[in-house]
Each structure stands twice: as C-alpha cells, then as structure tokens.
C-alpha cells in the first residue's frame, strides 16, 4: 500500500529565502502531484511529475522527481508572502485515480 | 469554462442524522471523485465513479455511499452521522482518457459540521 511523508510539516521561513519540502513515498507511485491548499479553500494543482528526472517549475516553485530515491522535492526560491499556504504532495499507484496524500507542509513567509 | 461545483458549501447536522452532498464535475468529465479532508487524517480517499459505476474505494465504513448520474453529477450520502464525520468533503472531477496521466481538480468542498 503506498504511503506519502512530507517534511516539514510547519515551515516558517523570511521572504528572499530559500527553502525545500520534501516528499517520500514507500511504493512504486505511478506519477507525483504537488497540491496548493489556502486556508478554507480547495486544492490547487501545481504539478504533475510523471518520469524520473521531471522537473517543472512555475515561478518560484521548482518540483522534482526521483523515482530511484522515491522522492520528490518542492524548492522554493526567493519566498515571497503570497506563497504562503499548505503545499500536499500526492501520488498514485497501479493506474488507479486514488490520490494518496502526504499530511502537507504548512509554509508561512515573514516579511 | 465552469469549473467543479459542490452544493452546499456549508452544512450542520446533528448525530444520528443522514446528509447528502452533491457534486457536479466540469462539463466533459466523466469521473468523479471524493475526499475527506480533517486535521487528525488529512486528506482521505472516499470512493471514485467512472460512467456511473464506482471504480475505486477508500477504507471508509458502509455508512458512507456514494452514486453517479448519467450526467456525471455525483452524490455522497453519510448515514447515522457521528462527530467524527465533520470534515471537508472535497469531490475532483477528472476527464479520463489514453494520456497516462489525469489530472484531478478540485471543487471547493462543502463543509460538514456534525453536533
């Protein structure tokens, strides 16, 4: 059964600063979503990472996948305060649609 | 293009009562999917419809049910409501097809409060 750990589960970081959030799943996951959750709203999809070595990046978000490692990495350059949020990672397994979903990283960017 | 919509946002119910929460996917998608979002669990698999006809369940007890309509309109119903049911209840509405991926979005959720 695949399990998802993300750590940090809090992060309070400056703005300018770099940081990176970290997700490991314990089973072969057939792809690696990246979810953005303001409070007391909905999900918000950021990436999807499908092959060892994909790299995306939006912004000032970076997501990386190693499936050898069976980790991904969410980096975050040069925090601003609109990016503060809980960030989920999620994978999924077999060709099944379940998302399993990591507890999330609560990221709050000080001034 | 209209995005994932669930009705009600909002919702209060007491112990031992039924609710019924519905979701309506974007137009185009045909599966459907529900979450549980608490603070002890996180975000929880519920159960997913594809065409009507449930492909994929979570470890939930029996009281929680769910149906898909022939227009892709989905329902979860939550019988003999307990306090631990509060919860968002998120539904994901995906296209599905031959990509090797489908990306799920996500509607707003509705709220349940069990008192």
């Known amino acids: ?111 | 293009k209209a995005g994932v919509t669930q009705t009600p946002r909002y919702l209060i119910k007491t112990r031992g009562q039924q609710v019924t929460l519905s979701c309506s996917p974007i137009s185009g998608h045909r599966s459907v999917s529900w979450y549980q979002q608490t603070p002890g669990q996180g975000l929880q698999f519920l159960f997913e419809y594809f065409s009507e006809t449930q492909r994929n369940k979570g470890n939930f007890p029996g009281r929680f049910s769910g149906r898909q309509f022939s227009n892709s309109r989905s329902e979860m119903n939550v019988s003999t409501l307990e306090l631990g049911d509060s919860a968002l209840y998120l539904c994901a509405s995906m296209r599905t097809g031959l990509s090797s991926y489908n990306e799920q979005f996500f509607g707003p959720g509705t709220r349940l409060t069990v008192l």
């Open chain 1, 1 to 111: 059964e695949l399990k998802v750990e993300q750590n940090p589960l809090f992060l309070s970081m400056q703005e300018g600063k770099n940081y990176t959030i970290y997700c490991n799943y314990s089973t072969t996951s057939d792809r690696l979503y990246w979810y953005r959750q303001d409070p007391g709203k909905s999900l918000e999809s950021l990436f999807v990472l499908l092959s060892n070595g994909a790299v995306k990046q939006e912004g000032r978000l970076m997501a990386s996948l190693d499936t050898k490692a069976r980790l991904s990495t969410l980096h975050i350059t040069a925090a601003v305060h609109d990016l503060s949020a809980t960030y989920f990672c999620a994978g999924a397994q077999g060709g099944s649609e379940k998302l399993v979903f990591g507890k999330g990283t609560k990221l709050t960017v000080n001034p």
